[in-house]
C-alpha cells in the first residue's frame, strides 16, 4: 500500500486517530498504464507455492525454491508452459512501461543524453528498450533474451534482439572494460523504485 500511495494510485489522508489512516482512490491517477498482468500473475497459485514452501526448501537439499515445488528451474518450467509464459512476459513488460515511461521524462532524460548504444541484459519482449529507442532514436538498443522470449518479435532501425542470454553474466562481470573501450566514456543503469519519507519525492 504504501508503493501504490507513493506513486499518486491512492491517497492517504488521517482519521481521528494519529496512526490510523483512510485510503482512497487518487482522481489524479489516469495514467494510460495498467499493472493487473503483473498482480494476475504473482498471486496465481503457480507462483506463489514455492512461497508456501519455505520450510521444505530448508530442509531439503534442492538449490532453489522453485525447484524444490515444481521440480524443474524457473526458465524451464515458463518454456513448457507456453501459456504462463505469455502471462509472465505480459507481466514484466507491464512493469517495464510504467518504469521506464517515468525514466524518460524530462527529470531523468540527463541518463540517457550522449549515449550511442545501450544492452538491455535479459530485456523480456524488449518494452524498456523499445520506449528507450523511441524517445532516444540516435541510441542503438540491444535486446539479450532467451529464444523463446524473443521470438518473432519485430526488431526496428535501432532495436535488435539477440536470442540466448547465455553470454549476460559474462557482459556483465566485463562492463568496466566495455563501458570505457575505445576512449569513450559509458555507464551501467539500474532502475528501481526506492520510497522515501515524503511521498512525492522519486528517486
Not at 31 to 44: E, G, I, M, W
Not at 73 to 89: C, S, V
Not at 121 to 150: M, Q, W, Y
Amino acid at each position: 500500500m504504501r508503493l501504490l500511495v507513493h506513486s499518486g494510485c491512492f491517497n492517504k489522508t488521517k482519521v481521528r486517530s494519529i496512526r490510523a489512516h483512510s485510503f482512497f482512490y487518487s482522481a489524479h491517477q489516469r495514467k494510460p498504464y495498467c499493472l493487473s498482468p503483473t498482480v494476475s500473475v504473482f498471486v496465481d497459485p503457480f507462483f506463489v507455492a514455492p512461497f508456501q514452501s519455505l520450510s521444505s526448501w530448508f530442509k531439503g537439499t534442492e538449490l532453489t525454491l522453485w525447484g524444490t515445488v515444481h521440480g524443474i528451474k524457473f526458465w524451464e518450467f515458463l518454456n513448457q508452459n507456453p501459456g504462463i509464459n505469455q502471462r509472465f512476459n505480459e507481466a514484466m513488460a507491464s512493469d517495464s512501461e510504467i518504469m521506464t515511461s517515468f525514466v524518460v521524462k524530462a527529470e531523468c532524460k540527463q541518463i540517457f543524453e550522449g549515449l550511442g548504444s545501450l544492452v538491455d541484459v535479459g530485456g523480456g519482449n524488449g518494452s524498456f528498450s523499445r520506449i528507450i529507442s523511441e524517445a532516444f532514436p540516435g541510441i542503438k538498443c540491444t535486446v539479450l533474451d532467451l529464444p523463446h522470449v524473443v521470438a518473432n518479435l519485430p526488431e526496428t532501425d535501432n532495436l535488435k534482439y539477440i536470442a540466448g542470454d547465455e553470454d549476460g553474466l559474462k557482459i556483465l562481470k566485463k562492463r568496466r572494460e566495455a563501458i570505457a573501450s575505445n576512449g569513450e566514456r559509458g555507464k551501467v543503469i539500474i532502475i528501481d523504485i526506492v520510497i522515501n519519507a515524503r511521498e512525492e519525492e522519486h528517486d
